[in-house]
């Protein structure tokens, strides 16, 4: 997936035994599945998410209600460019979770991959609304979604909470200047047009 943005985790595990073995299985899994997402090098990338993706696949059979599970399988097979399997996944996580903000934070980066920003917005508002509003990247990204999309009183609202939330503000009040700088100019434009 490119782009990858990590995200807080959502919990592996909830409501089942879980036994010491499943719990490094998954502590494993992970360890190859960030390893493999923040890798530049594609070779090496694709033999730490397979990899990962054995290990996944293994904990989803003991844990087929699992919607992280479902999702990080989803973003590998997105990554390694099997999309429909990936989409079978993401849709898999939101059937056993349709209000994950895990699951709808990924599917939202698969959309916006695709340059499908209504259905990425669609996802990302839901994480928003379901624990992950606070986040930097989530906010960032619904905003330059709403930026491509043209609707630019939107894009500037997240982008104001994504300049709240970061470090590196200078870059995202340049980027809110410019919008309040091609609105205004719109705004003439069509001020002008009207009269004549």
């Known amino acids: 997936m490119a782009g990858f943005e990590k995200i807080e985790n959502a919990p592996q595990f ?3 035994f879980v036994s010491s073995y499943e719990v490094q299985l998954a502590k494993e899994a992970d360890e190859l599945f960030y390893a493999g997402m923040e890798n530049e090098d594609n070779n ?21 209600d699992n919607p992280v599970f479902c999702t990080k ?13 990936a989409k079978d996944y993401f849709h898999r996580a939101l059937n056993l979770e ?25 996802h990302y508002l839901i994480a928003y ?16 979604a709403y ?6 009183e939107k894009a500037k609202k ?15 009040a340049a980027k809110i200047k ?3 700088d091609s609105y205004y100019t719109l705004e003439n434009y069509t001020e002008r047009t009207i009269r004549e």
């Open 98 to 122: 349709n209000l994950n903000p895990f699951a709808n934070f990924y599917f939202g980066e698969y959309y916006f991959i695709q340059r499908d920003y209504n259905n990425a917005i669609r």
């Open 73 to 85: 399988i989803a973003v590998i097979h997105e990554t390694c460019h099997h999309c429909p399997q």
């Open 147 to 152: 930026d491509r999309l043209g609707d630019i």
């Open 178 to 180: 410019t919008l309040d």
């Open 44 to 64: 090496l990338k694709e033999i730490y998410l397979i990899k990962a993706l054995g290990k996944f696949m293994l904990l989803l059979k003991m844990h087929p």
């Open 14 to 16: 909830s409501g089942h």
């Open 129 to 144: 609304h379901n624990g992950y509003g606070e986040n930097f990247t989530l906010n960032l990204r619904i905003a330059t």
């Open 158 to 172: 997240y982008y104001y909470v994504s300049e709240k939330l970061s470090t590196n503000k200078d870059e995202l």
